[in-house]
């Protein structure tokens, strides 16, 4: 089975200063890695996602994740923040023989402080 | 394009209550799919449509979830007698891509909002 832990429940950061989101994934197969958001009252939304190749993924909003294959990792980082990325990230996986089901994690909760 | 549209957005009912959820999901997207997120914890997968039959319902928690999808359409979401432990947010998605939703992404709605009292 596969799980995913995101061991920050809650982070606040400061406006314009770095951020990394923490995720770690478990799973005996291959699996698809990406992070969902939900801004507050609205939808989840794909925010990227690793499937195969550079192990480096970028959204259009700069975010980056990198897979860490060796770590299970897949942490979510942002150079400067602002107080748009303020809301709920989540972790997920698919495994590839199976990836219609896809697996979350709790979910982090980013709060940008002015 | 409409996106995915739930309601009602947030609903409040009585342990032993029936309530009902419904989705709306994007026109032509014959791939629909529940999940829920219960009291802060991990969002998980309840079932997946394909059109109007059931793919998999592997995460139903038990038979007071009744799920159906009239036509190929909306889907409805039926909790019958609701308990405190349903408390949660219930999201819908919907995806065109047949057996790839996972890799192509969801569309996801902003979730229903369920509290039982």
């Known amino acids: 089975a596969q799980s995913v832990t995101q061991l920050d429940s809650q982070v606040p950061v400061f406006e314009e200063a770095p951020v990394e989101l923490r995720c770690n994934y478990s799973?005996?197969?291959?699996?698809?890695l990406f992070w969902y958001v939900q801004y507050p009252n609205q939808g989840l939304q794909l925010l990227l996602k690793y499937l195969s190749g550079s192990t480096l993924v970028e959204s259009i909003n700069g975010f980056e994740a990198e897979f860490n294959k060796s770590q299970t990792s897949f942490h979510l980082r942002k150079p400067s923040v602002h107080i748009s990325d303020t809301a709920e990230y989540f972790c997920?996986?698919?495994?590839?023989?199976?990836?219609?089901?896809?697996?979350f994690g709790p979910g982090t909760s980013l709060s940008v402080i002015p | 394009e409409a996106g995915v549209t739930q309601f009602p957005s947030h609903s409040v009912i009585e342990k032993g209550q029936t309530v009902t959820l419904r989705c709306d999901p994007i026109s032509g997207h014959d791939n629909l799919y529940w999940y829920r997120r219960v009291m802060g914890k991990e969002i998980k997968f309840l079932l997946h449509?394909?059109?109007?039959?059931?793919?998999?319902e592997s995460g139903m928690p038990n038979n007071r979830f009744l799920a159906e999808r009239t036509g190929g359409t909306y889907s409805t979401l039926k909790v019958q007698p609701a308990e405190l432990e349903d408390s949660g947010v219930y999201f819908c998605a919907s995806s065109h891509y047949e057996g790839g939703a996972g890799v192509y992404g969801y569309t996801f709605g902003s979730g229903t909002r369920l509290t039982v009292v």
């Open positions: 997920a996986v698919a495994v590839k023989t199976s990836y219609d089901k896809v697996i």
């Open positions: 449509f394909v059109k109007e039959s059931k793919q998999d």
């Open positions: 799973s005996s197969v291959s699996v698809y």
